[in-house]
């Protein structure tokens, strides 16, 4: 659990990188081919594609539209440290 200044240290640094790329997978700190590497990953373990999933940390919310191009037809709800 991160106390309150990590947490402002956190969300400073990737407003900070939106400020400079915009939405953009360097504004995430990840190289856009290793984002999708872990969503081919993710989709590899998916068995039910009409499930729902929670991302977690999910920036831009990229895995969703990777998701639906697969066939996904569940919900999909995305949380990110920063909620803008």
């Known amino acids: 659990m991160w106390n309150d200044k990590e947490h402002r240290f956190a969300v400073d640094n ?32 998916t068995a039910n594609m009409q499930g729902s999933v929670l991302d ?3 920036g831009f919310a990229d895995l969703y539209p990777f998701l639906k191009a697969q066939g996904f037809t569940g ?9 803008e």
């Not at 407003?15 to 989709?43: N, R, T």
Request: aromatic content about 18%; glycine content about 6%; overall charge negative.
């Open 56 to 58: 977690i940390g999910c």
């Open 75 to 83: 919900e999909y709800t995305g949380i990110d440290i920063v909620p």
């Open 14 to 45: 990737y407003k900070s990188a939106f400020d400079k790329f915009g939405v953009d997978s360097k504004s995430l700190f990840i190289p856009k081919s290793q984002q999708h590497f872990c969503f081919s990953a993710l989709y590899e373990i």
